[in-house]
DNA sequence: AAAACGGGGGC
DNA sequence: GCCCCAGTTTT
């Protein structure tokens, strides 16, 4: 894909996920936009399907939805909280320590830069970028595996790691789009390019995408 | 029964 | 760079 192709490309893309029931971004969807909830939804979601992380974070939001709160739970009962989600215990205790920071050093703010949500455990630049942008609707660019997936199929970037395809999006990647990208392309990645076997026969995007890497398809 | 799955930390 | 973290869904 062309630089130029970029905008042709979103604003087919815009259609396309009309066609999908479930948001992208289930966090918002199901629990607001309030930083702290996005940051421990975040967290939750890592692989983990949709509907798990928003059972999860219901459950645990209706004992604790504030930093304080989070503070005074034990990590156990934390645990019992978002059971089943992948990777529970570590979650459980990072969710934990980070709220305890949370109040001790941040005045129980959820802190709005990228580089000091970074200090935190658990927080990587998926995390960190999703707070910044759902959670303050500041611009930053959200890379996880499907628009790293993605873009590089298109050929739009070519990068090895998430962080690449971020600072590669971040210069080429019009400010307009830099929102909304994440949303669209996990939307598409679950639907249509997905991770294998992606459905190339009924793609519409299929006269702007190099297909790079694409073996098998359907 | 395998493979796949919406990252991140520790080394 | 490599390995670990876990439960659920898809093939």
């Known amino acids: 894909m062309r630089d130029e192709q970029i905008h042709e490309a979103i604003a087919i893309l815009n259609e396309a996920v009309k066609a999908w029931v479930s948001p992208a971004v289930t966090i918002v969807a199901t629990q607001g936009h309030d930083p702290f909830k996005v940051l421990v939804s975040c967290i939750l979601s890592l692989r983990t399907r949709d509907q798990t992380t928003a059972e999860a974070s219901s459950r645990l939001f209706a004992l604790a939805d504030t930093p304080q709160k989070m503070a005074h739970l034990t990590v156990a009962e934390i645990e019992q909280a978002i ?7 570590v979650k459980a205790e990072q969710i ?4 305890q920071s949370l109040c001790d050093l941040y005045q129980g703010a959820v802190p709005e830069d990228l580089e000091t949500l970074l200090t935190f455990k658990g927080v990587g630049r998926k995390t960190a970028n999703l707070v910044v942008t759902l ?7 959200c890379v996880d595996i499907h ?3 993605i873009c590089n199929r298109w ?3 070519k990068t090895n790691t998430p962080e690449q395809t971020e600072f590669a999006l971040r210069k080429k990647l019009p400010d307009q789009y830099w929102i909304i990208i994440n949303d669209l392309l996990v939307t598409f990645g679950q639907n249509q390019c997905t991770p294998v076997s992606p459905r190339c026969s009924t793609c519409p995007l ?3 995408c190099d297909r790079v890497g694409v073996s098998k398809s359907r």
């Open 83 to 89: 059971y089943p989600v992948g990777f529970y215990r």
């Open 96 to 99: 934990h320590a980070i709220s």
């Open 135 to 141: 959670g303050f609707g500041k611009p930053g660019i």
């Open 147 to 149: 628009v790293h997936r």
């Open 155 to 157: 050929g739009y970037v």
């Open 206 to 208: 299929y006269q702007l």
